[in-house]
């Protein structure tokens, strides 16, 4: 395996890439976790992202530059799965996806778990402008301005919102 | 919660997430045990809601070997690109070959028009020398035929006509 990292690095044009993957990685996997709640899918989707920005690497060697990059990217791609997904549920039934996000996720505190469940639908039901704000801001490493970043709002919005959203998510959550 | 405490619910909800108190609020916590059991309530909730709003976005995190799987990914992908310019080339050969070949058979082909038959030379060859007509030849002959037409009163032989004398009437005269 390492025998691979070091050929793909070896290759000058796109020197660098498996360092910035290793930067990026946990982050990404997490923003398009948060939106699609499951790690199959996320992981897809993180490897998406990382393969576009590989196209385009040449334009961004800088580590700041690939960081912001990447998290818009991942974002939209895990927008656009979920879209999917509500497309499929339209004709699957509820129990099959609840099912899924437990058998993949592996076992937890059964209490918890229901909690989690529950904390997951009451963010689906938030307004758009919250939930994203919200998911993104759930990640770790994403300060306000890295969410504003990558939606195109100020910091300070992204606060706001915030705040609201947990409001919100403090009232219904009993 | 009393009805009459329902005013205090969004202070309430600040409280349990900021812990910053409002002054009003500030002075009916003491006095009201609802609305304290209530922000008792909120917090201890806040605090569920707390740790479970990171695990949202943290699952289990990417598998072991995914960066050496995107860059597994990222070779292949490279190597595709690679190996396009090449086709690019051999597409640019082909049609290049394909415009050489129909520049060589039109040339030939014009060269071969050019060569004239025997036959159809002698008759360029009278059609160059053949003379166009006059422009009196061309003209319109009825100019010349009403020009040489006599006039009124004018005969064919160019002799004067001879109008018939007035003869008188006799008949009166023997009367």
Same mark, same amino acid.
């Given at each position: 395996m390492s025998a691979l990292i070091a050929r793909a690095e070896a290759?000058?044009? %796109?020197?660098?890439f498996g360092e910035r993957i290793a930067e990026n990685q946990r982050r990404v996997f997490q923003i398009a976790f948060s939106i699609l709640g499951n790690s199959a899918d996320a992981e897809d989707v993180a490897q998406e992202a990382f393969l576009r920005a590989y196209q385009k690497f040449r334009s961004l060697r800088e580590a700041e530059k690939f960081r912001a990059w990447v998290n818009r990217i991942v974002f939209r791609l895990a927008l656009n799965r979920k879209r999917g997904y509500r497309r499929r549920l339209a004709r699957d039934t509820a129990w099959q996806i609840s099912e899924t996000r437990t058998m993949v996720d592996g076992a937890r505190d059964a209490e918890k778990q229901v909690m989690l469940d529950r904390l997951h639908r009451e963010i689906e039901r938030l307004p758009e402008k919250l939930r994203s704000v919200l998911q993104l801001s759930?990640? %770790? %490493?994403?300060g306000a301005a890295d969410v504003g970043a990558v939606l195109g709002i100020p910091a300070g919005t992204v606060r706001s919102r915030v705040h609201t959203a947990r409001k919100l998510l403090l009232e219904v959550m009993k | 919660m009393t009805k009459a405490c329902q005013k205090w619910r969004g202070d309430l909800l600040e409280v349990a997430l900021t812990g910053a108190t409002a002054k009003g609020l500030e002075e009916h916590l003491p006095a009201c045990a609802n609305c304290s059991e209530e922000l008792s309530e909120l917090r201890a909730r806040k605090a569920r809601l707390d740790a479970l709003l990171p695990l949202v976005a943290q699952g289990?995190?990417?598998?072991?070997?995914f960066r050496a799987r995107v860059l597994a990914a990222a070779e292949a992908a490279s190597e595709g690109k690679r190996a396009r310019p090449w086709r690019l080339w051999t597409l640019a050969g082909v049609t290049a070959v394909i415009l050489a070949a129909l520049v060589i058979g039109a040339t030939s082909y014009r060269r071969r028009a050019r060569t004239v038959p025997a036959d159809e030379l002698a008759a360029a060859q009278i059609l160059t020398e053949w003379r166009a007509p006059s422009d009196v030849l061309l003209a319109n002959p009825g100019q010349e035929i009403l020009r040489q037409m006599p006039r009124l009163g004018e005969s064919y032989l160019h002799v004067p006509v001879k109008m018939p004398v007035k003869m008188p009437l006799k008949m009166n005269e023997e009367e």
């Amino acid at each position: 395996m390492s025998a691979l990292i070091a050929r793909a690095e070896a290759h000058s044009p %796109e020197a660098g890439f498996g360092e910035r993957i290793a930067e990026n990685q946990r982050r990404v996997f997490q923003i398009a976790f948060s939106i699609l709640g499951n790690s199959a899918d996320a992981e897809d989707v993180a490897q998406e992202a990382f393969l576009r920005a590989y196209q385009k690497f040449r334009s961004l060697r800088e580590a700041e530059k690939f960081r912001a990059w990447v998290n818009r990217i991942v974002f939209r791609l895990a927008l656009n799965r979920k879209r999917g997904y509500r497309r499929r549920l339209a004709r699957d039934t509820a129990w099959q996806i609840s099912e899924t996000r437990t058998m993949v996720d592996g076992a937890r505190d059964a209490e918890k778990q229901v909690m989690l469940d529950r904390l997951h639908r009451e963010i689906e039901r938030l307004p758009e402008k919250l939930r994203s704000v919200l998911q993104l801001s759930l990640v %770790e %490493e994403m300060g306000a301005a890295d969410v504003g970043a990558v939606l195109g709002i100020p910091a300070g919005t992204v606060r706001s919102r915030v705040h609201t959203a947990r409001k919100l998510l403090l009232e219904v959550m009993k | 919660m009393t009805k009459a405490c329902q005013k205090w619910r969004g202070d309430l909800l600040e409280v349990a997430l900021t812990g910053a108190t409002a002054k009003g609020l500030e002075e009916h916590l003491p006095a009201c045990a609802n609305c304290s059991e209530e922000l008792s309530e909120l917090r201890a909730r806040k605090a569920r809601l707390d740790a479970l709003l990171p695990l949202v976005a943290q699952g289990t995190g990417p598998s072991a070997d995914f960066r050496a799987r995107v860059l597994a990914a990222a070779e292949a992908a490279s190597e595709g690109k690679r190996a396009r310019p090449w086709r690019l080339w051999t597409l640019a050969g082909v049609t290049a070959v394909i415009l050489a070949a129909l520049v060589i058979g039109a040339t030939s082909y014009r060269r071969r028009a050019r060569t004239v038959p025997a036959d159809e030379l002698a008759a360029a060859q009278i059609l160059t020398e053949w003379r166009a007509p006059s422009d009196v030849l061309l003209a319109n002959p009825g100019q010349e035929i009403l020009r040489q037409m006599p006039r009124l009163g004018e005969s064919y032989l160019h002799v004067p006509v001879k109008m018939p004398v007035k003869m008188p009437l006799k008949m009166n005269e023997e009367e």
